[in-house]
């Protein structure tokens, strides 16, 4: 009983957080700028906050991730951190010759109110950013949102540096918002399939799930090079995968460069991934080819295969909302109930998207943005479920209420997998189903008396 302080009996708090469900915004900026080619990450704050976020992306991705710091002491705290990170700026292109820097912010330099855009543009009028070398920037101030607004916001800061020639390049942009490295990939793999050319940014395939190949290399060969999102700007259209995640970045490139928008759910299970692909289908002027719509098939004949299994089984899940939004319409979709909700993330669009789509339910779902683990704690205490959803925090809930448990999200710190395996498209439904009736099917294993316990599904 690890939580075993956790009350069944639930008071209003308002001014206390007990086991976030989320994490700091500069993680989410320093996954996205990981997925630029050649880019290095910088934290522009102490040590201490760059450290932590490279730990958290290293544990969950099993890879090492390297990243700057403005190393902030107490001068910088005081005075600011200007000098410090015009010469990390100086010091990084001449050691370690990145394509790109992506600065990022922290607590300390925005209380500060560091100017970062005023920094950049003095470090390249001192010469100190060589010729055709980059640097993006975004505002991470860690006191508002999470994890996934700061994962937003660089996302947001690679768009400024597309450019409308006024031309079309006959190409689509897919923001694909917080997800695997394996699930851009099979981003990538369906719009190949369908014979559409696609900028995907920020793209961390090939770079946080690469293989052992005995070299090290510092920049792999993965990521959205700055050429394509320069080119972003004369793109046909931009679909968007997520509200939370990539929403911002495709309006602003809207905005600027007139690239029109169209923001969708992540293809998670097998609605949000039928209107990604035929969103694809429609920007491009193509059609949907047969192996698509066999792998769509087969998807639709799982879940009738083992549909008695999932009907009416009790779910609490937590983590980021556009992952939540998508996963609640496909657990709906193979009529599980998904009973306690909880996003560390605030905003209450994501209450509202939550009811709706389990507004068919025989009760209403205890759902709230800007909740803690603590409170999911005890939803569950009150009304039992069949299975927990979310990422590595959740064993120790799952492990006090013997709960069978779908690690899924970020982070995931105690289980390989999610680096090579994707839960999205088609294929990523196969998987998510395979796990889910496994967990079940183990529970019912172990717990089905003698006469009920059956050899075949
Ligand atoms: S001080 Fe702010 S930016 Fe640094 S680790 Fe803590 S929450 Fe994150």
């Keep these: ?4 302080h956790t009350p069944k009996e639930i008071k209003e708090r308002s ?45 969950h991705y099993k890879e090492p991730i390297s990243a700057a710091t403005s190393s902030f002491t107490e001068g910088a705290s005081v005075f600011g951190g200007q000098a410090n990170l015009l010469q990390a700026i100086e010091n990084i292109f001449t050691v370690y010759e990145p394509e790109v820097i992506a600065v990022h912010t922290t607590c300390l330099s925005e209380t500060i109110g560091d100017d970062i855009k005023q920094i950049r543009d003095k470090a390249e009028k001192s010469g100190l950013v060589p010729k055709g070398k980059h640097i993006i920037y975004c505002n991470t101030p860690s006191y508002i949102g999470s994890h996934v607004t700061g994962f937003s916001n660089m996302v947001k800061g690679m768009t400024e540096v597309a450019e409308n020639t006024g031309k079309k390049n006959g190409k689509v942009n897919v923001i694909p918002g917080w997800v695997e490295p394996a699930d851009m990939e099979e981003l ?59 929403a911002d970045a495709a309006r602003s490139l809207d905005t600027r460069c007139k690239v029109p928008c169209k923001v969708l759910d992540m293809p998670f299970g097998l609605k949000a991934t039928d209107r990604f692909v035929d969103a694809l289908r429609i920007i491009a002027g193509t059609s949907v080819p047969e192996e698509i719509t066999r792998e769509r098939g087969q998807l639709v004949d799982m879940i009738s295969d083992s549909h008695q ?15 939540l939004i998508a996963m609640t319409e496909f657990l709906v979709s193979i009529d599980m109930w998904p009973t306690h909700m909880v996003t560390g993330t605030p905003g209450s669009k994501f209450e509202k998207r939550i009811k709706e789509l389990t507004a068919h339910l025989p009760y209403e779902v205890n759902v709230k943005a800007g909740g803690d683990m603590f409170l999911l704690h005890q939803w569950i205490k009150n009304e039992p479920v069949d299975l927990l959803i979310g990422n590595t925090y959740g064993k120790y809930i799952s492990r006090d209420e013997d709960l069978p448990f779908l690690r899924w999200g970020f982070p995931i710190l105690d289980r390989v997998g999610h680096q090579y395996f994707p839960t999205v498209g088609y294929k990523g439904g196969l998987r998510l189903l395979e796990k889910i009736l496994g967990l079940l099917l183990d529970r019912k294993d172990r717990d089905d008396s003698e006469t009920q316990f059956e050899l075949t599904l």
């Design 1 to 4: 009983m690890l939580l075993r």
């Design 15 to 59: 001014a206390l957080v007990v086991n976030p469900a989320k994490t700091c915004q500069p993680i989410g900026a320093m996954y996205a700028a990981l997925g630029v080619h050649g880019c290095l990450p910088h934290s522009h704050g102490s040590q201490g906050c760059c450290a932590y976020h490279r730990s958290a992306l290293t544990k």
């Design 188 to 246: 990538k793999r369906l719009a190949a399939l369908m014979a559409v050319p696609i900028t995907l940014f920020p793209d961390t395939s090939g770079v946080l799930n690469g293989p052992l190949s005995g070299e090290y290399h510092m920049f792999p060969e993965g990521g959205v090079t700055m050429k394509e999102l320069k080119e972003a700007g004369d793109a046909v259209g931009t679909l968007a995968l997520g509200e939370w995640c990539s």
């Design 309 to 323: 299994y999932y009907y009416q089984k009790k779910v609490a899940l937590f983590g980021d909302p556009d992952q």
